[in-house]
């Protein structure tokens, strides 16, 4: 009698069993990944744009005034495109609009990203763990951040 060479059905069972293991582990942590990702994106974004309004604040001693007080950073974009910007980054890594928060004399401001799902409000500052939570950057540094093990 002739021996057939292959795969029993318990070797390819096993097999099977031992990928699927491995993609349970693995696929949460690729979606982590790239939620971490996006959230350096936007924090990247954020800080480009407040270095081209700082170098505006030196040049005209206050920071671009617009007439809402809480607007889209396109309302921006004719202050600082193309001399103190190449490109003004107008979304987050979430496809969310980046927000500007200004007083009317130009003194201050605060860029924001509501972050995943577009439900974040600046509120509290310090370390966020969570990706919904708005990433803030105001006035120079950044007001709340993410850091350590992000959840959702």
Same mark, same amino acid.
């Given at each position: ?24 582990? &693995?696929?949460?942590?690729?979606? *982590? &990944?790239? *939620? ?5 994106? %936007?924090?990247?974004? #954020?800080? @480009? #744009?407040?270095? &081209?309004?700082?170098?505006?604040? =030196? $040049? ?5 005034? =617009?007439?809402?007080? @809480?607007?889209?950073? =396109? !309302? #921006? $974009?004719?202050?600082?495109? /193309? %001399?103190?910007?190449?490109?003004? /980054?107008? *979304? $987050? ?19 924001? @990203?509501? !972050? ?10 310090? /370390?966020? %763990? $969570?990706? !919904?939570?708005? #990433? ?9 951040? /993410?850091?350590?093990?992000?959840? *959702?």
């Amino acid at each position: 009698m002739k021996r057939q060479k292959g795969f029993t059905l318990i070797e390819l069972l096993i097999v099977v069993a031992i990928i699927g293991i491995i993609a349970a582990i &693995a696929i949460p942590n690729l979606l *982590n &990944a790239i *939620n971490r990702g996006r959230q350096k994106r %936007t924090m990247s974004d #954020i800080r @480009s #744009i407040a270095t &081209a309004m700082e170098a505006y604040s =030196v $040049d005209f001693n206050f920071y671009p005034k =617009v007439a809402v007080a @809480s607007a889209s950073v =396109v !309302a #921006i $974009d004719t202050y600082i495109t /193309p %001399t103190f910007i190449k490109r003004l /980054p107008t *979304n $987050d890594g979430w496809n969310q609009a980046l927000l500007l928060i200004n007083d009317s004399a130009g003194q201050s401001y605060t860029l924001f @990203s509501q !972050a995943k799902g577009g439900a974040g409000t600046p509120g509290t500052g310090g /370390p966020k %763990t $969570d990706f !919904a939570d708005a #990433i803030v950057f105001s006035n120079g540094q950044f007001y709340a951040w /993410p850091e350590g093990m992000q959840t *959702n």
